[in-house]
């Protein structure tokens, strides 16, 4: 398995990047997310996947809905908010204007962008992310817009390292 190739074919897809929200029993989380994608025209569903080493995880194991904001070309601060950042030692929502849907998910207003999603599986097949899939409940847009693109964003380090997985899959038991 030829690691360096397969890197170099996902950097050459430059993903469309999101910031998925998400709460559960009055704990809010969020972060960047890059694996995702539409996965069912008829009904319209969304799938995204969560690293097993991030707090949105952890609140995604007792969440039902989640809130998938779309970023565009200007909102490289929101990334790095998000992505760079982890809700184990940090508030991200701090000062940001918020508002919430009926399930408390947070809607985050300068990411017009987005749809609300409620999920319908989540999928660990032993890799470091889970897979969510979810059916749309609702869409809003200010219009078409240019995605920020993992092309846009440099050498972002993410908040949490994949290696510090909740769960250790080397561990056994
Ligand atoms: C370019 C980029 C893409 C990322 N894609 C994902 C992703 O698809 N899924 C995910 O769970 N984390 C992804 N991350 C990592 C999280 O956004 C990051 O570790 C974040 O700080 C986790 O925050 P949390 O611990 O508050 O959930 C990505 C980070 C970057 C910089």
């Given amino acids: ?12 897809t430059d993903a469309a990047l999101i910031v998925v929200t998400t709460a559960a029993e009055n704990e809010r989380a969020g972060c960047l997310v890059g694996f995702h994608s539409q996965s069912s025209m008829s009904p319209q569903q969304y ?42 030692d940090t508030d991200k929502f701090r000062a940001l204007d918020i ?43 200010t219009g078409p817009f240019a995605p920020l693109r993992l092309s846009h964003i440099g050498d972002l380090s993410a908040g949490r390292d994949n290696d510090s997985r909740a769960i250790d899959p080397k561990a056994g038991g």
């Avoid at 398995?1 to 050459?12: A, I, K, P, Q, R």
């Fill in 47 to 88: 799938g995204f996947w969560l690293s097993k080493a991030n707090h949105t995880y952890q609140v995604s194991l007792r969440a039902t809905h989640f809130a998938i904001h779309f970023l565009t070309a200007s909102d490289l601060a929101m990334a790095q908010r998000f992505g760079a950042r982890s809700g184990e």
């Fill in 99 to 141: 508002h919430s849907t009926e399930q408390g998910v947070p809607l985050l207003s300068a990411l017009p962008n987005r749809i609300v999603v409620e999920r319908i599986s989540m999928l660990d097949d032993g890799g470091d992310h889970v897979g969510i899939t979810a059916r749309v409940i609702s869409s809003e847009t």
């Fill in 1 to 12: 398995m030829d690691e360096e190739t397969f890197d170099g074919l996902m950097v050459s």
